[in-house]
């Protein structure tokens, strides 16, 4: 199925570039200015150096193991093609497209996925760092805190649009559903925000 796009000779692409930029821009400033007021506690974070600093190293380092495996070894290394939908800018057209190997990883999901596991990746090795005795950088402690941040945004934004716009929309129009079921799409779609939530209400991030 082939879907034509006019854009009435506007292409205003760069409109949506400049909001993101701002957005970001905004979202830095904001953090910045108000950190002194809402610093995170290391040892919320990441434990007091005992048996709590282990456990949540243990269970952030197994996040993050699961989040590039799910990458490497069941997208961009899987030889089955994944069918997605596809805007092509040159052709002014909206077609199924059989992406393979880094293709596969062009989409809002799939960035969601790569931030959960660098926010685990990160934190999980600074609360191991913390178990060993090690002194942390106040610099990375707030890059993790940043990084948490934005995937547990991501991931809520992920699980409601494929629940409540994209299974309907295919739903209704006909289009297969088997392939949102396959196990690195449960990842990125449902897994990833059970994680985050667990580790914020459990494990503690601040």
């Given at each position: 199925?082939?879907?034509k796009?006019?854009?009435?000779?506007?292409?205003?692409s760069?409109?949506?570039l400049?909001?993101?930029?701002l957005?970001?821009?905004?979202?830095?400033?904001?953090?910045?200015?108000?950190?002194?007021?809402?610093?995170?506690?290391?040892?919320?974070?990441?434990?007091?150096?005992?048996?709590?600093?282990?456990?949540?190293?243990?269970?952030r380092?197994?996040?993050?193991?699961?989040?590039?495996?799910?990458?490497?070894?069941?997208?961009?290394?899987n030889?089955?093609?994944?069918?997605?939908?596809?805007?092509?800018?040159?052709?002014?057209?909206?077609?199924?497209h059989?992406?393979i190997?880094?293709?596969?990883?062009?989409?809002?999901?799939?960035?969601?996925?790569?931030?959960?596991g660098?926010?685990?990746?990160?934190?999980g090795t600074?609360?191991?760092?913390?178990?060993?005795?090690?002194?942390?950088?106040?610099?990375?402690?707030?890059?993790g805190?940043s990084?948490?941040?934005?995937?547990?945004?991501?991931?809520?934004?992920?699980?409601?649009?494929?629940?409540?716009l994209?299974?309907p929309?295919?739903?209704r129009n006909?289009h297969?559903?088997?392939?949102?079921?396959?196990?690195?799409?449960?990842?990125?779609?449902?897994?990833?925000?059970?994680?985050?939530?667990?580790?914020?209400?459990?494990?503690?991030?601040?």
């Amino acid at each position: 199925m082939v879907r034509k796009i006019d854009l009435g000779g506007h292409d205003r692409s760069h409109i949506s570039l400049s909001l993101v930029f701002l957005v970001l821009l905004g979202s830095t400033l904001f953090y910045v200015l108000n950190i002194q007021y809402n610093s995170p506690s290391l040892q919320d974070i990441h434990g007091n150096g005992g048996m709590e600093s282990w456990l949540k190293s243990t269970f952030r380092l197994c996040s993050a193991y699961l989040a590039f495996h799910t990458v490497l070894f069941w997208m961009v290394f899987n030889p089955e093609p994944a069918t997605m939908v596809v805007l092509f800018r040159e052709e002014l057209e909206v077609k199924e497209h059989d992406a393979i190997g880094i293709q596969k990883i062009g989409t809002f999901s799939a960035w969601t996925l790569i931030v959960f596991g660098s926010s685990m990746l990160l934190n999980g090795t600074l609360s191991l760092s913390v178990a060993l005795g090690y002194e942390i950088p106040n610099s990375l402690l707030l890059i993790g805190v940043s990084l948490f941040a934005a995937g547990f945004g991501a991931a809520c934004i992920t699980s409601v649009v494929v629940r409540h716009l994209i299974i309907p929309m295919k739903i209704r129009n006909g289009h297969e559903l088997h392939h949102l079921f396959k196990p690195h799409e449960q990842v990125m779609h449902n897994l990833v925000l059970i994680l985050f939530s667990l580790i914020y209400y459990t494990v503690g991030l601040g």
